[in-house]
């Protein structure tokens, strides 16, 4: 038998697979439901497209979450069979009692007791072969080898899948798992091209006022300073880093370091930086610029551009979606800078749009200025406080961790809450904000003895 791509897939997925293609073969329309962010965006456009080559129409529709209130219109859909990337794990049971056909190409976390495995329905993970969904596969990885099982010639939606990898930060530290085969595969096929770099090919300054990863405190988001910078450098806001141009490269990461030093930040945070960049032969981009642009098209609720950005291949069709989320960004991070309030043990500042809590504190903490204080960031929903938290390597080995003093202090407070040593989150009822503030400095500061 000709050995095919997809005989690396253990058997017990790769039967599921083959499975999902006979299921979806079986129609000429369906409809397609996805995760609003990089990987869902991703998944569903690859298994949008391979549907497409093979005859076969689809609508589509993404969720922010996938709760009761989005199952209703699951249930409903107007459709006799539908495939669900990036979520459903947790509503299998529910779905065996429908009537449509129904597939699900997922990696989330997957519970014992539940499975779709029935006439018309079939649930795909990486999990049932015991692969990491964290780590080694994610759901475009899923979506393109369903690709895969339909036709091999749908390889080159690799460079697709790999946005979606990298939108769930499977790349750090580097590729692992069916993900590593993939990537592998699309590099030896010259789909996909490898450079050491902190910046990314294409326009610096864009580059440098854009990225927070590192964020250069001072110069990211200042326009002038961004210029001034790149001045120094030789360079003006018009100047591109090219593929293959390692000198430019190495000079601009000489830079960037530099400027970090400046300003204390860990060195283990600096030698993290200097990574692998991927750049998209087909795209003609940096894979983490794509991921980039599909993510703020997603979040943005324009999963029609994320998907006219792909199938153009062409990052300028999602160009303002992926400005204006930019912009907020590095607004709310301005913003959190401007309002943070130390108490004795931690620091702490509101934030006013869901999804960006996070992400702006482990910024704050690997990049702004020194401190010994974890950050606590607090968003206003309604009738309780949402609460995420960061602390940095030196603190943890101080002593504190975060997913502990998250989970007692939430509780004391009549909340819920828990997570990781260095990052955590949770919610409390509105009215006890300062006694949980209180708490929290309390318990951090016990954990430091
Ligand atoms: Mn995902």
């Known amino acids: 038998m000709q050995k095919m791509f997809i005989d690396f897939v253990d058997e017990s997925v790769r039967n599921r697979l083959v499975k999902a293609v006979e299921i979806a073969r079986k129609h000429k329309t369906m409809h397609l439901f996805t995760h609003y962010d ?23 529709q993404a969720f922010t979450t996938l709760g009761h209130r989005e199952m209703e219109s699951v249930r409903n859909v107007p459709a006799v069979c539908f495939i669900m990337t990036d979520m459903g ?23 014992d007791s539940f499975d779709l495995d029935q006439e018309g ?10 692969v990491s969904g964290a780590h080694d596969a994610c759901a475009s990885t899923m979506a393109f080898l369903f690709a895969m099982a339909m036709d091999e010639s749908n390889f080159d939606l690799a460079t697709v899948a790999v946005a979606g990898m990298m939108g769930d930060n499977q790349h750090r530290p580097s590729f692992s798992g069916y993900n590593k085969v993939i990537v592998d595969e699309a590099v030896s096929r010259g789909l996909i091209k490898t450079m050491d770099s902190i910046v990314p090919v294409g326009n610096v300054y864009e580059s440098i006022m854009f990225t927070i ?25 018009t100047s591109s880093l ?41 795209f003609e981009c940096d894979a983490q610029l794509l991921s980039d642009t599909i993510d703020a098209c997603g ?83 309604g009738n309780e406080y949402d609460i995420s938290s960061r602390c940095s390597a030196e603190m943890e080995k101080r002593g504190i961790n ?11 407070n009549s909340g819920e809450g828990g997570g990781h040593s260095n990052a955590a989150g949770g919610r409390i009822p509105k009215d006890s904000l300062a006694k949980f503030l209180k708490d929290i400095d309390w318990t951090i500061g016990m954990q430091k003895q």
């Open 402 to 412: 975060m997913g502990d003093a998250m989970k007692a202090t939430a509780i004391a």
């Open 213 to 237: 990863d590192p964020y250069l405190d001072g110069i990211t988001g200042v326009p002038d300073s961004v210029r001034d910078f790149l001045f120094g450098l030789g360079y003006n806001t």
């Open 89 to 111: 794990t947790s509503f299998l049971p529910e779905m065996a009692d429908y009537q449509c056909d129904c597939v699900v190409l997922d990696h989330h976390q997957i519970p």
């Open 121 to 130: 329905k079939v649930f795909v993970s990486c999990w049932l072969a015991g």
């Open 299 to 381: 979040r943005t609720d324009a999963a029609a551009m994320a998907m006219k950005v792909i199938d153009s291949r062409d990052l300028m069709a999602g160009r303002g979606a992926y400005i204006e989320f930019r912009r907020q960004l590095l607004a709310m991070l301005f913003d959190a800078i401007e309002h943070m309030t130390p108490l004795e043990n931690i620091r702490y500042f509101m934030y006013s749009s869901r999804g960006y809590g996070g992400l702006v504190s482990a910024t704050l903490i690997k990049y702004w200025e020194k401190s010994d204080l974890p950050i606590i960031a607090l968003l206003d929903a």
């Open 38 to 60: 990089a990987d869902g965006m991703a998944s569903v456009s690859i298994i949008r497209t391979a549907l497409q080559r093979a005859g076969i129409e689809c609508t589509y």
């Open 242 to 282: 090219k593929y293959g141009d390692s000198e430019s490269a190495a000079r601009l990461d000489e830079a960037i370091i530099a400027k970090l030093r400046e300003k204390s930040v860990d060195e283990d945070v600096i030698s993290r930086l200097v990574r692998k960049r991927y750049y998209l032969t087909d």
